[in-house]
Antibody, heavy 128, light 107 residues
Framework: QVQLQQWGAGLLKPSETLSLTCAVY????????WSWIRQPPGKGLEWIGD???????NYTPSLKSRVTISLDTSRNQFSLTVSSVTAADTAAYYC??????????????????????WGSGTTVTVSS | DIQMTQSPSSLSASLGDRVTITCRAS??????LNWYQQKPGKAPNLLIYGVSTLQSGVPLRFSGSGSGADFTLTISSLQPEDFATYYCQQSFSTPRTFGQGTRVEIK
């Protein structure tokens, strides 16, 4: 059974860099997309971005200038950095596996992506 | 970005009630729609992908329907463990945006 274990600093000052790492246990990191999602206190889910086995990334536009997601296949880990944090970056951060299911139905191909495995979350607080 | 709008934002229901949550996309997303359940202090849990395919282990009282831009999550008979917040998410394009959530509370 796949498990994700995440860690990183939980308290940051404004302008510092947030750094989180997620280790994948139970399977190879190759062959899937790996995502980061965050959730501010009392609010909804925000998709930050993802990375595939080739290292190709996608980021949400509002964070793209400050975010980097990277892959370390030798350690079976992936990481998130967010630079120049502010109080608005205070949130629970989740790492996750994004699974792809492909098929053919009603005359066309489909490519479903969904998050089926989640880390337990890391609470990050930005405060001076 | 594709905007996802859920309604209602919250609802109160009793055990055994049939509950329906709606999710509307700002453009057509075909059948690229997922549903998640989240309980307080926990990571979300996948319920449904591709509009209507139940994730393994999800009870049959959960179902999804819709196409294009309008989708529905239905719980046929609300159970105690179903009181939670539900999110839709589109996977038609990146960024893979979520709805704002629907909180299901006990009446």
């Amino acid at each position: 059974q796949v498990q994700l274990q995440q860690w990183g600093a939980g308290l940051l000052k404004p302008s510092e860099t947030l750094s989180l790492t997620c280790a994948v246990y139970g399977e190879s990191i190759s062959g899937y997309y790996w995502s980061w999602i965050r959730q501010p206190p009392g609010k909804g889910l925000e998709w930050i971005g993802d990375i595939n086995q080739s290292g190709s990334t996608n980021y949400t536009p509002s964070l793209k200038s400050r975010v980097t997601i990277s892959l370390d296949t030798s350690r079976n880990q992936f990481s998130l950095t967010v630079s120049s944090v502010t109080a608005a970056d205070t949130a629970a951060y989740y790492c996750a596996r994004e699974k792809e299911v492909t098929g053919f139905s009603r005359g066309s191909y489909f490519y479903y992506y969904f998050i089926d495995v989640w880390g337990s979350g890391t609470t990050v607080t930005v405060s001076s | 970005d594709i905007q996802m709008t859920q309604s209602p934002s919250s609802l109160s229901a009793s055990l055994g009630d049939r509950v329906t949550i709606t999710c509307r996309a700002s453009q057509s997303i075909s059948s690229y729609l997922n549903w998640y359940q989240q309980k307080p202090g926990k990571a979300p849990n996948l319920l449904i992908y591709g509009v209507s395919t139940l994730q393994s282990g999800v009870p049959l009282r959960f179902s999804g329907s819709g196409s294009g831009a309008d989708f529905t999550l239905t719980i046929s008979s609300l159970q105690p463990e179903d009181f939670a917040t539900y999110y839709c998410q589109q996977s038609f394009s990146t960024p893979r945006t979520f709805g704002q959530g629907t909180r299901v509370e006990i009446k």
